[in-house]
């Protein structure tokens, strides 16, 4: 028996979406549509209800973890979807390279989403020397990329530098906690950002780019400090091997402290042009050698934070596109599949909500209930009713993965 958990970002909606309907109900979805009439339907609360969702700790929920157990922040996963390398004790961070005037107030969060000498500028980074720590950048689109402060006697409660506005100065980093390593280690990070102005301020790369009037990489901005969860791998727990499938670095981070094999396949950007196709083909092929392949669709998410209940439209209607190609290559007599959201993106509010989203599941050993539309209005009446996280387990379940609890 094979699993395929397809999980669509910001999928869910509210009907203030568009004319009264949801983005999902206002979509033409054929094939979601197809899976919810032979499957089982229900309403998800990613996480628990009334718990609004961040899209790592809705994915830790959703593959069965409890993220108020296992969740240290995000950096982390940003690193390991990158492919860093995360030792224990490791403090790692989102970072962006962005643009500062003298005083360090910030001008520019992305500097210009700068797209040119990202290797001169990682290796300057990578040469700033603090006290006994090592430091360690790697970028990994534009002005976004990953931190690593390694050393002895760190702590990851401390605050960002990053003050998420533009005309605002760099922050000072402080610790949360009364703990001498936080301290420590917040000194580490304001020298850090002192050192790494100086060095970016006068390399050749941001030279070039303010003669010609772009904005220059001169500040490395943090946030999100995290260090390694402690997570048992999807293996131990359930002896099954897994493959995911994504373009953003936040899931294949994710996904690698599950344990899963990552792949970023040809055309997966983690936006709204992403190759979905491409990604369903290659599910396909792991799925020859795997137990287990997890499939991440971004692109709803994103039109949702934009406001723009078209596009959202729009992508939902790709992603039914990639379903049916999912369906029209797969034996749901070997396989089942399940296929949900991670969280709400109503496209007024514009931001995750607590509301929860639809969930499927299908396969041979599923029992089918009278629902024929995949939205989130039609799953209130399924036979799943309404569940809280972990559909992995509960798809794991149909696949008859699942150990006996007790005699
Ligand atoms: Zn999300
Ligand atoms: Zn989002």
New binding site residues.
């Given amino acids: 028996m094979k699993a395929v958990l397809v999980i669509a970002?910001?999928l869910g909606g509210r009907i203030t979406d568009y004319n009264g309907k949801t983005c999902l109900e206002a979509a033409d979805t054929p094939n979601l549509d197809y899976l919810a009439k032979i499957g089982i339907n229900g309403l998800l609360d990613p996480i628990e209800h009334g718990v609004r969702p961040g899209?790592d700790t809705?994915h830790l929920s959703i593959f069965g973890y409890d993220p108020k157990e296992v969740y240290t922040g995000r950096g982390v996963f940003e690193a390991l979807g990158i492919g860093m390398d995360v030792q224990d004790g490791d403090i790692c961070f989102r970072a962006n390279l962005a643009t500062v005037d003298d005083e360090l107030r910030v001008i520019d969060r992305r500097a210009g989403r700068i797209n040119e000498g990202l290797d001169e500028i990682e290796k300057a980074i990578n040469s700033v020397e603090v006290y006994d720590a090592e430091i360690i950048y790697k970028s990994s689109v534009e002005h976004r990329g990953a931190l690593i402060i390694r050393g002895e006697g760190l702590s990851y409660r401390i605050t960002d530098t990053d003050p998420h506005k533009t005309g605002k100065k760099v922050l000072r980093a402080k610790a949360i906690e009364r703990a001498v390593s936080a301290e420590k280690t917040a000194a580490i990070v304001n020298e850090f950002t002192k050192k790494v102005h100086d060095v970016l301020k006068d390399l050749e790369i941001n030279r070039k780019r303010m003669k010609e009037g772009k904005a220059p990489a001169n500040i490395v901005l943090l946030r999100g400090a995290s260090i390694k969860p402690d997570i048992k791998p999807l293996k131990e727990i359930y002896g099954i091997e897994g493959s995911a499938i994504a373009g953003g670095a936040l899931y294949l981070g994710i996904a690698r402290a599950i344990g899963l094999k990552t792949i970023k396949p040809e055309g997966a950007t983690g936006r709204k042009d992403s190759n979905l196709l491409s990604k369903v083909k290659t599910a396909l092929d792991e799925l020859e050698s795997r137990d287990f392949v997890f499939i991440h669709f971004k692109g709803a998410?994103s039109c949702a934070h934009d406001h723009d209940a078209d596009a959202k439209i729009e992508f939902i209607e790709k992603i039914d596109n990639a379903i049916g190609y999912l369906l029209d290559n797969i034996d749901l007599e070997d396989a089942h599949i399940a296929f949900t959201g991670?969280?709400s993106t109503p496209i007024e509010y514009g931001d995750?909500t607590a509301d929860p989203v639809p969930l499927v599941i299908a396969g041979r050993n599923v029992i089918p209930d009278d629902v024929e539309r995949f939205n989130e209005r039609d799953a209130m009446k399924g036979g799943l009713h309404r569940i809280s996280g972990r559909v992995l387990p509960v798809l794991f379940g149909y696949c008859n993965f699942l150990d006996k609890f007790g005699a």
Avoid: F, I, N, R
């Fill in positions: 970002d910001g899209s809705a998410d991670d969280h995750h």
